[in-house]
């Protein structure tokens, strides 16, 4: 059934997306919702429900997040090596939801037990299907770029209608209720994918060579399947006690690159070169994502205690503005900013890839700066304007649209086929990097004095918020520098 179609008739579309994208932007939409959901209610989960203290949950936030995205690393190396990308997805999808209920069902005493079966199926899910996207695709054709916007637009769609219903529930149902939502939504992610399958030929089926017997086959699968779950303990033990996550991140980062360079020595000069563009590109993308990942840390918290509750005459909570500002506005201006691209580049004067990364830093840089200004809006408790705020979110966007879209497709452009999914595997573990520094600058921004008032809290927040400005705007300007030198680089890859 799932041989009907081969991959030229699928690379053969007509039109600006192939069919089989649709139903791939369906089930990551889902997924998203599943995901960024748990994301945005986290933070204020663990201060509000189990009373931990904010630089605590900042520090267990950060694991967390962490650990999701370098499971999405170890996941794209199964698929790549034995799985492949359909049987990692479904693995990944049931985890998922098996962890969400495991917390529904009490989310008092089972939230880590729970958090630990999504963090290792998010790892096998969200890799993967990014990687099947790129198959789509022949190599060069100029319509992929836009198919990866498409996608990022539905992952937005769902972290947006996640981000707002899984804080209703929470803040207005239960915690539990809230849970149970994202393992719903996650079986209907599933059974679409289910009939997504029917459309997409060979991709995605084992990597695992016809020679290798069956029986072995069989085997390699299984011991994937049962060494992922044997890994939970572990990750339970990590979680929980932060100061071990340092020492999983030096040792996975260290494992991580001399991987690399070991499967970087097999190709071409040529190859070579892009391999260290694409290399590049995540390193500084674990930057950015520290920054940029204080929504689902610091900035819940900050949202939680020093803003107003009124958006432009509406009465809202803050954190739901917390949760789903920057996916409406991705939603509604990822396209506005493609047509700018399309017209810059009629005219030829487009920013290239490496450039566009450099505008994303600086974006990123004045958002923080408008943070920083939500002091001088405050009142005499400490509360500041949420306007300003969710305006900072807007400014932020624009950051996030210069640079990660385009990092999805650059990982693709750039890395060997038989690569692809240790590639996206590495673009993740860069923002589980990312993810592990926000946990630990959201905790350095939080006051020493545990009983602070609103105002010394909001001091203590906008002052990080400031150096993070300081620190993007540099990163910002040496990339642009850099540009000419990584351009050479990526060759004929614009």
């Known amino acids: 059934m799932g041989n009907q179609t081969s991959l030229e008739e699928i690379q053969s579309f007509k039109g600006p997306y192939p069919k089989q994208l649709l139903l791939l932007c369906l089930t990551e939409m889902w997924e998203r919702f599943c995901f960024y959901g748990m994301r945005g209610i ?65 989310p008092d005493t089972l939230f880590y037990i729970g958090i630990c079966f999504t963090i290792v199926g998010t790892g096998f899910f969200k890799p993967n299907i990014s990687s099947m996207v790129g198959t789509l695709y022949k190599e060069g054709d100029p319509r992929q770029d836009a198919g990866f916007g498409l996608f990022y637009t539905a992952i937005n769609i769902g972290a947006f209608f996640g981000g707002v219903i899984m804080v209703y529930l929470a803040h207005n149902v239960s915690w539990a209720s809230a849970f149970m939502a994202a393992g719903i939504v996650m079986i209907i992610g599933l059974i679409t994918f289910i009939f997504t399958q029917r459309t997409m030929g060979d991709i995605g ?5 016809a020679s290798v017997p069956q029986q072995r086959r069989t085997i390699y699968e299984i011991a994937v399947y049962v060494g992922s779950l044997l890994s939970i ?61 204080q929504s689902g840390g610091s900035l819940s918290i900050f949202a939680l205690h020093n803003l107003h509750n009124n958006l432009l005459g509406f009465t809202i909570d803050p954190n739901m503005v917390n949760n789903s500002s920057n996916t409406i506005f991705v939603i509604f201006f990822s396209f506005l900013l493609g047509l700018v691209w399309v017209w810059m580049a009629k005219r030829k004067i487009e920013p290239n890839t490496i450039i566009k990364f450099g505008l994303g830093f600086l974006f990123l840089a004045a958002s923080f700066y408008v943070l920083f200004f939500t002091r001088t809006f405050a009142d005499a408790e400490g509360k500041t304007s949420l306007n300003v705020f969710t305006f900072a979110y807007l400014v932020m966007t624009f950051g996030e649209l210069c640079l990660s879209p385009i990092g999805l497709s650059a990982m693709t452009k750039l890395s060997p086929k038989p690569l692809w999914g240790v590639m996206m595997g590495m673009w993740f573990l860069a923002s589980a990097y ?61």
């Open 42 to 106: 986290l933070t204020i989960f663990m201060v509000e429900k189990l009373m931990i203290g904010e630089k605590t949950a900042n520090l267990q936030y950060g694991a967390i997040q962490a650990f999701i995205y370098a499971f999405a690393f170890i996941g794209g190396l199964f698929a790549d090596k034995i799985l492949g990308f359909r049987k990692s997805l479904f693995f990944g999808g049931s985890l998922m939801v098996l962890g969400n209920f495991i917390i529904a069902f009490s």
């Open 434 to 494: 990312g993810q592990y520094v926000a946990g630990k600058l959201g905790a350095g921004m939080v006051s020493p004095n545990e009983n602070a008032s609103l105002m010394e809290k909001l001091i203590s927040y906008t002052d990080g918020y400031k150096q993070l400005g300081i620190y993007a705007l540099i990163c910002g300007i040496v990339l642009i520098a850099l540009s000419p030198f990584i351009k050479k680089l990526m060759g004929e890859v614009k």
């Open 233 to 293: 303990p572990l990750i339970l033990l990590l979680v929980r006690n932060t100061e071990y996550t340092d020492y999983f991140m030096y040792t996975i980062g260290i494992v991580t690159l001399l991987y690399f360079f070991f499967e970087w020595t097999k190709y071409s000069w040529p190859e070579k070169k892009k391999l260290l563009a694409a290399l590049i590109f995540i390193l500084f993308s674990i930057v950015f994502w520290a920054f940029f990942e």
């Open 205 to 209: 089926l084992s990597p695992q060579h």
